[in-house]
């Protein structure tokens, strides 16, 4: 099927590639006024290589076209986005029939941007995703693998993973001593199993001794000196889950 431009500027130029999720994706790519129309599921999921691998000529004004752009498919005009996923900065048009996405020349590479900041922002700060259509464009959401989906999953896994770790930890305190040892205490308000984790001292995992199950200790040799991140996974009925990441200097 050969689809009309929206803007009116001849035939578009269909693409296939593979997504992030690492399924098939199909787009279109109108190259004359280099806009793209797309599916939401391309729009989620199309990497940023693809969008700047085609060498064609740089981002025209949005206001070089002065009407209402029109499905490829329905002819129907296409309305604003004004979804909550697409950000104020961003310009996208979508077809109400559902048909698809219209992004204009340079608009694609703003969302992507825009997205993946957002899922970024939260995974560093630790703050939940509201929803999966926070993120996705609509249309998608009941797509449950791969890519972005699977990325904003973990995030809530994680999320609830270290809320649950928290209320579990009492506390933590580390001890250098001599000789290049350190000795770590951890105190849980249930009874539960406790394991040490230094990665940054490529230390193995360390099964903290304990004797009510409550108070936690372990002494571990040969850190250098310098400073190491270190976590603990905690086991109840079990159930494991890790917590937030410390830091301990040594001397």
């Known amino acids: 099927m050969i689809l009309s431009c929206p ?26 006024c280099r806009g793209y129309w797309l599916s939401a599921f391309a729009a989620n999921f199309l990497s940023d290589v693809d969008i ?19 499905c490829p ?3 129907t005009p296409l309305h604003v986005s004004r979804d909550y996923n697409v950000p104020s900065s961003v310009t996208a048009f ?14 694609l590479t703003k969302f992507k941007t825009a997205q993946q900041a957002k899922i970024s922002y939260h995974k560093l700060w630790n703050i939940p995703i ?22 904003t999953i973990a995030i809530r896994q994680q999320q609830t993973n270290v809320s649950q770790a928290r209320q579990l930890l009492v506390s933590h305190s580390t001890l250098p001593t001599a000789n290049a040892t350190v000795f770590f205490v951890a105190t ?5 199993t406790v ?21 936690h200790t372990a002494t571990v040799s040969t850190i250098p000196s310098g400073t190491f991140s270190y976590f603990f996974t905690i086991t ?13 200097t040594a001397r």
Do not use: W
């Open 130 to 151: 509201p929803s999966v259509s926070s993120v996705l464009l609509v249309s998608v959401v009941i797509i449950l693998f791969g890519g972005i989906i699977a990325t």
């Open 188 to 192: 849980t308000s249930v009874p539960a």
């Open 236 to 248: 109840v009925n079990g159930k494991t889950v890790q917590t937030e990441m410390f830091v301990f």
């Open 52 to 70: 700047e691998s085609q060498h064609l000529p740089g981002p025209l004004p949005i206001s070089h076209h002065r009407f209402t752009p029109l």
């Open 94 to 107: 979508r077809c109400p029939a559902g048909h698809g996405y219209f992004f204009p020349s340079g608009e």
């Open 73 to 75: 498919e329905c002819k």
């Open 195 to 215: 394991t040490l984790h230094i990665p940054s001292a490529n230390a193995a995992p360390v099964l903290m001794e304990t004797t009510d199950r409550t108070t």
């Open 7 to 32: 803007n009116r500027d001849g035939f578009l130029k269909t693409y296939a590639t593979t997504g992030k999720n690492g399924l098939p994706v199909a787009y279109h790519r109108c190259p004359h």
